[in-house]
C-alpha cells in the first residue's frame, strides 16, 4: 500500500528552524519524485520544493530560495525539508505527494499524488 507520511511540523518563532520529514512506504524513492506543497488558509496550494528520482535534482519556489533544503534518505525512503529562517508567510499545512515524472509545472502539483495528511507549521511569536 502507497503511504506518505508527513511529519516535524509545529510552532517556531520568526527566525527559526524545523525540519519535516516525509516518510514513503509501498514504493521506493528510486522511481518517484517527491514534492513539498503547502496550503495556507483561504490561499490556495503551491509548490515549495521537489526532488527527483533519477539524480537527486532539486528544485525550489522562489519564495523559498536560500531557506529551504530539500533532501533524501534512499535507506530510510524519506525525504526531508529542512526550513530556516522561518517567517510568518511559511504558516500553513505542508503536505508532500510522489510523482513519476517531474514537469516544468510541478509547483501546481501537475502529476503529483498519493498525498500525505499533512504536518502544520506556524511561524507565530
Known amino acids: 500500500q502507497v503511504q506518505l507520511v508527513e511529519s516535524g511540523g509545529g510552532l517556531v518563532q520568526p527566525g527559526g528552524s524545523l525540519r519535516l520529514s516525509c516518510a514513503a512506504s509501498g514504493f521506493t524513492l528510486d522511481y518517484y519524485a517527491i514534492g513539498w506543497f503547502r496550503q495556507a488558509p483561504g490561499k490556495e496550494r503551491e509548490g515549495v520544493s521537489c526532488?527527483?528520482?533519477?539524480?537527486?535534482?532539486?528544485y525550489y519556489a522562489d519564495s523559498v530560495k536560500g531557506r529551504f533544503t530539500i533532501s533524501r534518505d534512499k535507506t530510510k525512503n524519506t525525504v526531508y525539508l529542512q526550513m530556516n529562517s522561518l517567517k510568518h508567510e511559511d504558516t500553513a499545512v505542508y503536505y508532500c505527494?510522489?510523482?513519476?515524472?517531474?514537469?516544468?509545472?510541478?509547483?501546481?502539483?501537475?502529476?503529483?499524488?498519493?498525498w500525505g495528511q499533512g504536518t502544520q507549521v506556524t511561524v507565530s511569536s
Open positions: 526532488i527527483s528520482s533519477s539524480d537527486g535534482s532539486t
Open positions: 505527494a510522489r510523482s513519476s515524472a517531474l514537469f516544468s509545472s510541478w509547483y501546481r502539483g501537475t502529476g503529483f499524488g498519493s
